[in-house]
Nanobody, 128 residues
Framework: QVQLVESGGGLVQAGGSLRLSCAAS????????MSWVRQAPGKGLEWVSD????????YYADSVKGRFTISRDNAKNTLYLQMNSLKPEDTAVYYC?????????????????????WGQGTQVTVSS
């Protein structure tokens, strides 16, 4: 079955760096777009970054643009998030998620569902 296992979280001081990993199994990783999503304490889910199946196209939320880098190693079935210049507001549980099937519908393309599998999450805490 599909499994996504995040690792690499921890406690870091503001201005520091951390690299998160997501080990994927149970599906053809190289054929699927992937995302990082986070949830701060008491807040809802916030989309962070997307990467397409081949790793050539990446997208970032404005809040992390220029500081975070998403990447993937399809040979190792692993997704990464390099986090630099960390701020206290980056404190959250970080999840990797598998995006659904890219489908043409009603004159537009959609991932249906937007996400179909999630990891268990890894805690990132940035102290001031």
């Amino acid at each position: 079955q599909v499994q996504l296992v995040e690792s690499g979280g921890g406690l870091v001081q503001a201005g520091g760096s951390l690299r998160l990993s997501c080990a994927a199994s149970g599906f053809t990783f190289s054929s699927n777009a992937m995302s990082w999503v986070r949830q701060a304490p008491g807040k809802g889910l916030e989309w962070v970054s997307d990467i397409n199946s081949g790793g050539h196209s990446t997208y970032y939320a404005d809040s992390v643009k220029g500081r975070f880098t998403i990447s993937r190693d399809n040979a190792k079935n692993t997704l990464y998030l390099q986090m630099n210049s960390l701020k206290p507001e980056d404190t959250a549980v970080y999840y990797c998620a598998k995006k659904g099937q890219l489908t043409y519908y009603g004159r537009s393309y959609y991932y249906i569902p937007a996400y179909d599998y999630w990891g268990q999450g890894t805690q990132v805490t940035v102290s001031s």
